[in-house]
């Protein structure tokens, strides 16, 4: 396996995938951000300070966490956790959070704007802007503000404006696209914080390279607790960006195996799905060419998971890349598949994962008894589950 290049290039393209599909408005926005975030990433105090957010205010390092009675029950692989969901607001978000705030304060942008789909961007995103005292405003689709009402609470609470948006499906991609069009109109003011390794050059590098920090302290960590490299990663693919974090510093060790889990939704077959590896077809949809679920004519098709973190036409432009090299393998978990790993790793571990998460954990649970007992699996532990109590307890009638 040759060393795969640097990506993306200047203009922000992933082989045929990614690059800047946005109005004419909006160009110039995205050229100062790529080039005031170039300027960020060398300067030692932008990295001082964003690495002392991350270990106070956050809680980095997380651990890597053995799950002992897990890896027993399934009786082969040992079973690493790398623990997301300990991080402050509850799952790996808040690493970009920080990141893109520290950037936006750089270029004197005082007001904050985000979509959110299961909220954990939203609240990651209210969290940071409460701390430097910035105006925030977060669009959510009305149809997730329902199911993750626990979530619009801790938004308010936290000093946003959630505006509620009806359009479409009114879910996430809705909720984008009034996000964008704020965007448009306030630019001067205004910075938007994207929540995944998605839509318009440079928001997949910048969002991917605040999240690398989960698979640099997770390859630092297995190394001193087993002496060597990890044989599987494995992470929940919505936009991208958790997985793309632990998958990338690795990503040149070929004996690590990398697999990334959609949402399978109601089964493949049913159409009831957000498993764009599985169907999904070539388009563009939100700044960037990438897989999207969409029909023949390009129509993005509508999208089910039980998990809203998870519920998107589009997949980061990286993994559609990575994909095609053949580097990363993409399999899904069916919404039961994963209300059954919820339940099963909160029993075993004493951990309730976020329903997003338990995607990953669903997928731990089909290929570790297959493994050898020397075998070695990191799982991304991406977030925790308080925000989906209500909702699992509601499917199994508890
Ligand atoms: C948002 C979210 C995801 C999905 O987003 P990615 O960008 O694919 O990581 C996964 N897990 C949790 C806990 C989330 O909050």
């Known amino acids: 396996m040759p060393a795969l290049p640097q990506l993306p290039d200047v203009h922000g393209h992933f082989g045929p995938y990614g690059g800047m599909f946005v109005p004419e408005t909006l160009m110039s926005a995205l050229n100062d951000l790529a080039v005031e975030y170039e300027r960020a990433k060398n300067d030692p105090i932008f990295q001082s300070e964003l690495d002392e957010l991350l270990r106070d205010f956050a809680g980095r390092p997380t651990p890597l966490y053995l799950a002992e009675r897990l890896t027993k029950n399934l009786g082969g692989a040992k079973i690493y956790l790398k623990r997301e969901d300990l991080l402050h607001t509850g799952a790996h978000k808040i690493n970009n959070a920080l990141g893109q705030i520290l950037l936006a304060r750089r270029m004197g942008k005082t007001r904050i704007i985000a979509e959110t789909g299961a909220g954990q961007h939203g609240v990651a995103t209210a969290t940071v802007a409460a701390h430097f005292g910035c105006e925030c405003v977060i669009y959510m689709g009305s149809v997730d503000m329902e199911r993750q009402a626990l979530n619009v609470a801790r938004m308010r609470f936290l000093g946003a404006t959630v505006v509620p948006v009806t359009a479409g499906q009114a879910t996430l991609k809705e909720a984008i696209n009034e996000a964008m069009r704020d965007w448009v109109t306030n630019v001067r003011t205004t910075h938007y914080i994207l929540g995944s390794a998605l839509g318009s050059h440079p928001y997949p590098m910048m969002v991917r390279d605040f999240h690398r920090v989960i698979g640099i302290e997770a390859r630092r960590q297995i190394q001193e607790r087993e002496g060597r490299l990890p044989d599987v990663l494995l992470a929940c693919v919505g936009g991208g960006s958790n997985a793309i974090g632990l998958f990338h510093p690795f990503l040149n060790d070929k004996s690590v195996r990398m697999i990334g889990v959609e949402a399978g939704g109601e089964g493949i077959r049913t159409g009831k799905h957000a498993a764009r590896f599985q169907g999904g077809r070539l388009g563009v949809l939100q700044g960037t060419k990438t897989f999207v679920l969409a029909n023949e004519d390009g129509q993005i098709e509508l999208t089910h998971s039980v998990s809203a973190g998870l519920d998107y036409a589009a997949v980061g432009p990286e993994h559609s890349y990575l994909r095609d090299q053949k580097r ?23 951990i309730i994962p ?45």
């Open 328 to 350: 990363i393998e993409y399999d899904y978990a069916t919404d039961d598949e994963a209300l059954a790993a919820f339940r099963t790793l909160a029993e075993t571990e004493g």
């Open 354 to 398: 976020a329903l997003e998460t338990a995607h990953a954990i669903a997928h731990v649970i089909k290929i570790a008894p297959r493994m050898a007992p020397k075998g070695l699996i990191i799982v991304n532990c991406s977030g925790r589950g308080d925000k989906d109590v209500s909702q699992a307890a509601a499917h199994f009638s508890m």
